[in-house]
């Protein structure tokens, strides 16, 4: 970070600072009467042919609101804020041009915010009763509501590499003097735009701008809750109180948590409103989470007459409500029930079944929890004739070896090479008899099987690979 100097853009003790002055109930927030559940408009004094927009802060103390404010084509920008003192608001007061999206630290005595072009991240440090010059934070990470937490870290949205939409939300790493993006990935992003969000500065919950499937208008304003283990929980819609049929975006919440303010209404006349949101807040985090796709499932190759046996790995769907009853059922694509080959086990969410016949299934597999939740997954089973799995197994250099074989094994191809790979063991009656992982080299040990023929599928991301080994001794 740069050292924050040449101070005093603005001069704010023309205002008549009284700081052992505490803001009386009755006029906090302007001396606007606070909302209940029921929203209602912010009223805010921009300039003519202005109107305020995006993210609001307060003051820890209550005694500072900065907004910002723009003209109708959304090109001019300016900050501004009001402050009291002496028993008395005093303001807006002009503050920044040419910047958007202001955030506040925790402690009040930074601003952060972008240039219009969304490239570029700025900060301005408070120096007694001035503001410094803004300074240029973040140089070319395409910023978009930079947040700072209490616990030092930084969130900003952004489009790191490998994001999911428009726009991701992302954890700013800093080590030394390299500074990076991680995306947060999901449930919290998806490949709508996150945009617009809000953190707490505890990080305990986050207030986030999405446009997913069951929302009420163009964009939303959902919450997601931080786990034990620093994940993010599947983000829950905030509801008719808040949200509306057309946009709403630009969340914050005052340090209390009491009040949500956001923008609602960018696609029409827009405005800045304000809700009471403690109780919601609190409330969502014990209702049920709908489960989510964490991983898609990988497309399947079986061979005619042989027996096909498949189980969904338990990291496919995650349930935030941590209570693992899940339960699966599989349909068709296209709605129709699965062939009467194919079945699936609703707890272990395990397909078996023996193919009399060429052909290609599109496959939807539900899971569903207690409260009827629900997520899909699609994937393919492409059922091909049993020699063609071979010569696909050769054709990428696949070499079992010695095959047949007293019981070591080995399976080389330069496909593995600096990879990952899973390999099932399956017995003559499509049982897994052995399952293992391994890297660049295979080596199998069956000398305590009975001999036979075996089969052994490599899984190496969405590749599989099917081989048989005959079994001479044992």
Not at 86 to 96: A, D, I, K, R, Y
Not at 195 to 223: A, H, Q
Not at 250 to 276: C, H, M, Q
């Amino acid at each position: 970070m740069k050292t924050l100097g040449l101070s005093l853009l603005l001069v704010i003790s023309c205002i008549g600072i009284t700081f052992s002055q505490v803001i009386p109930d009755s006029a906090a927030y302007l001396g606007q009467t606070p909302p209940g559940a029921t929203r209602k408009i912010f009223n805010l004094v921009t300039d003519p042919g202005y109107t305020a927009v995006e993210k609001i802060a307060v003051s820890p103390d209550g005694k500072e609101i900065y907004f910002e404010e723009t003209n109708g084509s959304w090109t001019s920008f300016r900050f501004k804020y009001y402050r009291y003192s002496n028993n008395l608001w005093h303001g807006p007061v002009s503050l920044f041009s040419g910047y958007y999206c202001l955030s506040q630290s925790p402690d009040g005595n930074y601003l952060y915010f972008e240039n219009n072009s969304y490239k570029d991240g700025w900060i301005s440090g408070k120096q007694d009763t001035t503001w410094d010059q803004p300074s240029r934070f973040l140089k070319n990470f395409n910023v978009h509501s930079l947040n700072y937490t209490g616990q030092g870290n930084y969130y900003l949205s952004s489009n790191p590499v490998g994001g999911l939409g428009q726009r991701d939300i992302c954890k700013l790493v800093i080590v030394n003097s390299d500074t990076t993006l991680a995306g947060l990935g999901l449930p919290v992003n998806s490949s709508a735009n996150e945009g617009d969000f809000y953190i707490s500065p505890d990080e305990s919950f986050m207030i986030v701008m999405s446009n997913r499937p069951g929302g009420l208008g163009s964009t939303d304003l959902y919450i997601s809750y931080k786990k034990s283990d620093g994940t993010w929980t599947n983000p829950k819609n905030l509801g008719p109180s808040v949200n509306t049929a057309g946009d709403d975006f630009g969340p914050y919440v005052t340090a209390d948590n009491k009040y949500l303010f956001y923008e609602s209404g960018y696609s029409g006349p827009s405005s800045i409103y304000w809700v009471r949101v403690d109780g919601l807040i609190d409330s969502l985090k014990y209702t049920n989470y709908v489960p989510y796709l964490k991983n898609p499932v990988p497309d399947q190759t079986t061979g005619r007459g042989q027996l096909f046996n498949y189980t969904i790995p338990d990291t496919t769907f995650i349930d935030d409500d941590g209570n693992n009853t899940l339960t699966f059922s599989a349909r068709l694509a296209n709605g129709n029930p699965l062939p009467s080959w194919l079945s699936i086990d609703p707890v272990s969410a395990a397909f078996s079944g023996t193919p009399d016949s060429l052909q290609v299934l599109h496959v939807k597999l539900t899971a569903t929890d207690p409260a009827g939740a629900s997520a899909s997954a699609s994937f393919m089973i492409n059922v091909i004739e049993p020699n063609a799995i071979e010569s696909q197994a050769r054709d990428k250099g696949v070499r079992i070896f010695p095959n047949p074989t007293n019981g070591h094994v080995t399976i080389t191809s330069n496909v593995f090479k600096d990879k990952l790979v899973v390999i099932e063991i399956f017995d003559i009656h499509g049982k897994i008899i052995q399952t293992d992982t391994f890297r660049n080299k295979i080596s199998l040990d069956l000398t305590s099987r009975p001999k036979g023929v075996y089969v052994a599928k490599m899984l190496i991301g969405n590749e599989i690979f099917i081989g048989k080994i005959c079994l001479i001794g044992g």
